[in-house]
């Protein structure tokens, strides 16, 4: 197959932000995306393009102070 995407979803706040990282080795985590403003209770990040074979990968969003 070809590359692959997941979805994200999280309880979130109207009006803060949020920053999505992701990690291949728990080690090093690169933002895929910064400043999600969410404007609900619920907030939503596609990440598409995963490399096709990739079996491991790990998610982490955080509240942008």
Same mark, same amino acid.
Not at 11 to 30: D, F, I, M, R
Not at 53 to 64: A, H, L, N, P, S
């Given at each position: 197959?070809?590359?692959?995407?997941?979805?994200?979803?999280?309880?979130?706040?109207?009006?803060?932000?949020?920053?999505?990282?992701?990690? /291949? %080795?728990?080690?090093?985590?690169?933002?895929? $995306?910064?400043?999600?403003?969410? /404007?609900? /209770?619920?907030?939503?990040?596609?990440?598409? %393009?995963?490399?096709?074979?990739?079996?491991?990968?790990?998610? $982490?969003?955080?509240? $942008?102070?």
């Amino acid at each position: 197959g070809g590359p692959a995407s997941v979805e994200l979803k999280w309880t979130s706040v109207a009006g803060k932000k949020y920053t999505v990282e992701s990690s /291949t %080795n728990l080690v090093s985590w690169p933002a895929l $995306q910064a400043d999600i403003t969410a /404007t609900g /209770t619920e907030t939503s990040y596609t990440h598409t %393009n995963i490399p096709a074979g990739e079996t491991v990968r790990f998610y $982490q969003v955080m509240e $942008q102070r």
